[in-house]
């Protein structure tokens, strides 16, 4: 088995032929785990985060007798968080326990400490009542240890609209009239830009971070365009829904949801924060409420909201279980501090 460098940018035929099948052993390992409800990266997904500026990718193919089992890819946040090393790993369900995962993860490890960095992320996910233990017993012999568990849920559409509508402006609050929910498809205003900064800035200390060593992220205007851009570049349709307080002209609660083009029934809800100063309002409920109904609005092929939120996170699973969410499984993020 040897290790070979994946070029998901390059036009090369060969580049072409490895990328492509790097990109089947992801599918073909999710797919094992959730079946038609995996949620592995297209193509031109893969191929949009790589043009992003966010990150530096590092992608590897393991390969035996001309074929390739396993595929990984290291991203290393190049704003913030300069120890944080995210890795994606699979091995094809038929080519398991022969080290390729072993191999894999080694150089992808030689590969973060060479880039002096320090803390590495994996993830398992397996769905509700079934524990596939293959990637957990992997991380755990491998030296890495839980830091987060998040559940998986997912919202079918199409919603009673008129309950959504109802949740959207629920004014039993007294000063819920203070807030205006606001929504952008496919971008967003330029006046909207500098706040939507804050709020992902925020996003990065507020939300539930578990066990997980994570650093506050650096964002500004220019960084909340590209993060839309790639998306958009990548061929999903996209909405920000926001909060504005109106007593101060600005926005204190956002949320996101995108859907990619190769299933378009499928729609992923991102991040969603209410600034402290602001929660309490029913905030974060009149947001998700609100895109649900713009899905329905705008793509009414859309079959489901899927979204990931962490097992602690009470108060976000309180507002999922009230817009009718059902639980599907879990995510584990593992993290190993390497010496
Ligand atoms: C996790 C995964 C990448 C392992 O790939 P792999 O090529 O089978 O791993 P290796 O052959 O290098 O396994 C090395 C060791 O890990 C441990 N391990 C691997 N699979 C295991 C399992 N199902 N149960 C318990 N331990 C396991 C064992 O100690 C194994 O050594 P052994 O075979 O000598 O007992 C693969 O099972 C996979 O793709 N799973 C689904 C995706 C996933 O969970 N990815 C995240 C991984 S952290």
Redesign the pocket.
């Known amino acids: 088995m040897d290790l070979r460098r994946v070029h998901p940018l390059s036009d090369e035929p060969d580049d072409r032929k490895l990328f492509e099948e790097w990109l089947r052993v992801q599918e073909a390992?999710?797919r094992?785990?959730f079946g038609e409800e995996h949620s592995a990266w297209s193509a031109q997904e893969i191929r949009g985060r790589r043009r992003g500026i966010t990150h530096r990718f590092t992608d590897l193919a393991?390969v035996e007798n001309d074929r390739v089992?396993?595929m990984l890819s290291l991203a290393e946040p190049l704003h913030d968080n300069p120890e944080l090393a995210l890795?994606?790993?699979?091995?094809?369900?038929d080519?398991?326990?022969?080290?390729?995962?072993?191999?894999?993860?080694a150089e992808a490890e030689r590969a973060v400490r060479e880039h002096g960095r320090r803390v590495v992320q994996?993830?398992?996910?397996w769905p509700s009542g079934q524990q596939?233990?293959?990637?957990?017993?992997?991380?755990?012999?491998?030296g890495?240890s839980a830091g987060q568990t998040t559940i998986r849920s997912r919202m079918a559409l199409p919603a009673d609209r008129h309950q959504l509508q109802t949740l959207a402006t629920s004014t039993d609050v007294e000063d819920a009239a203070a807030f205006e929910i606001e929504a952008s498809w496919d971008g967003v205003p330029e006046a909207w830009l500098d706040d939507l900064a804050v709020l992902e800035q925020r996003m990065s200390t507020d939300a539930p971070q578990g066990d997980l060593q994570l650093e506050e992220e650096d964002w500004d205007a220019e960084r909340v365009r590209a993060d839309l851009q790639w998306a958009l570049d990548a061929g999903r349709r996209l909405a920000v829904v926001v909060a504005r307080d109106l007593s101060v002209d600005r926005l204190v609660g956002f949320t996101q949801v995108q859907v990619s083009a190769e299933s378009p029934t499928l729609a992923y809800q991102q991040d969603t924060l209410v600034l402290r100063e602001a929660r309490g309002n029913r905030l974060g409920l009149r947001l998700k409420a609100r895109a649900a109904l713009e899905l329905m609005d705008e793509l009414p092929d859309v079959r489901g909201v899927r979204t990931w939120n962490a097992d602690d996170n009470t108060h976000m699973l309180a507002v999922n279980a009230e817009l009718g969410y059902v639980q599907e499984g879990h995510l584990r993020v593992?993290e190993k501090r390497l010496t």
């Open positions: 390992a999710r094992a785990i393991a089992v396993g890795v994606m790993l699979a091995v094809h369900p080519a398991r326990r022969r080290g390729a995962g072993s191999a894999m993860l994996v993830d398992t996910e596939d233990d293959s990637g957990e017993g992997f991380a755990a012999g491998h890495y593992w």
